[in-house]
């Protein structure tokens, strides 16, 4: 269903941007006779940022893909749209807003978050990979709720030590993955 997944994605934007992660290990970790006190003195290193003006990278504009989109643009968010194969449909469907990337590359380079949308075929493996994950802006979030052959774990283990990626955010993490910092 492409609004249970649009539904999914909009809290993995938020749970990033809000840094609610670590902000909830943190809770869970105080003491309760001086809980008021340390989470007023703690709770600013999680701060986050807030999504007006930041820009959401739409990898795939389908159905959900297009609903993602439509859903940041009403957040205040700056939305850009990568599909090399769009249907007409589709095309009809996406809000005006969304502005069009020429490549995967450009929308990788000019995006604080990047959302992933497409089915996993020859074309799409590995979509995220060594050479482009280098081009994250640094602290980017990536969030894929397709599959998991679209992004090449070893790449995003990378980005997230480099950096260049602050969080992944998905649905199925790889064994590889689970627990690691920023996953």
Known sequence: NANAVKELVLPGILIAARNLVPALDFVRQLKNDKLDEAVED?????????????????VGLG????????????????????????????????????????????????????????????KTKHLINGKNVELFR??????????????AEDAVAKGLKSHHLKWYVTDFPSAELLGAPGV
């Open 42 to 58: 703690g709770k600013k290193q999680f701060a986050g940022s807030e999504l007006p003006g930041h820009t959401l990278g739409v």
């Open 63 to 122: 159905k959900i893909g297009s609903l993602v989109a439509d859903a940041a643009i009403r957040l205040g968010m700056n939305v850009q749209g990568y599909d090399p194969h769009i249907t007409v449909e589709a095309a009809w469907s996406l809000p005006s807003q969304v502005k069009r990337a020429g490549s995967i590359d450009e929308l990788i380079r000019t995006s604080h978050f990047v959302t992933l949308h497409v089915p996993l075929g020859e």
């Open 138 to 151: 640094s602290g980017a979030v990536l969030l894929n709720f397709s599959r998991e052959g679209i992004v």
